[in-house]
């Protein structure tokens, strides 16, 4: 194994066990918000189907007391909202610090994409222009001019090719190294370690 994998393996390892947590917290967030709206459509459907009943206006004044009570339903989701944004947030940072470190890896044994050793394809595309790519989208996204074009070009080819849809929308704003390291297939430190062998030695 490469020297320098051997001095980042702390830190990758830390950083793929935060992305676990914080994907299995997100899922229990997305867990929650799902029972929360489930719970304000059958407000709304109640009345709804009660409407026309003969007693109406009955179910109108029943419907009024449970306003309060849907009213509290919102407010919860709209406090998960903020919730699963800040989750997001959080995978897309430490997705985009794995990104820099295997980057940075490249950019130290070999110089640039084009000085590596044949390694496996993404799509289609050699696995090391991927990562310098969602480098860069990462480190870029909220200052879109600066993502640069041949990133943009190899994102569509991704997404062309069948990887996630969303890298078609490289300037829009939207940190994706959350997406590009689902399209790598690390989902572990051993799925990114055995790549980063393969390209550093």
Not at 32 to 43: D, H
Not at 84 to 97: G, H, N, P, Q, W
Not at 136 to 155: G, S, T
Request: with cysteine.
């Amino acid at each position: 194994m490469n020297h320098y994998l051997q001095d980042t393996e702390y830190a990758a390892k830390s950083l793929f066990g935060a992305i676990t947590h914080e994907v299995d917290a997100l899922a229990g967030l997305l867990q929650q918000r799902e029972t929360v709206r489930a719970k304000e459509q059958a407000y709304d459907l109640a009345f709804q189907v009660r409407i026309n009943h003969p007693a109406a206006h009955y179910w109108y004044g029943e419907w009024c007391k449970a306003a309060q009570e849907r009213n509290k339903v919102e407010a919860e989701v709209a406090e998960l909202e903020l919730r699963i944004a800040d989750r997001e947030f959080s995978i897309e940072t430490l997705a985009a610090a794995v990104l820099q470190i295997a980057k940075q890896g490249i950019s130290t044994v070999h110089g640039k994409p084009d000085n590596c050793p044949k390694a496996r394809e993404v799509f289609g595309q050699e696995i090391a222009r991927v990562i310098f790519a969602g480098r860069n989208q990462a480190l870029h996204y909220e200052e879109p001019k600066k993502i640069d074009e041949k990133c943009v070009h190899l994102f569509t080819a991704l997404a062309e090719a069948g990887a996630n849809q969303s890298l078609k929308e490289a300037r829009n704003g939207k940190n994706l190294a959350a997406v590009v390291l689902q399209e790598l297939g690390w989902t572990d430190y051993d799925s990114y370690v055995n790549d980063m062998i393969e390209i550093l030695g």
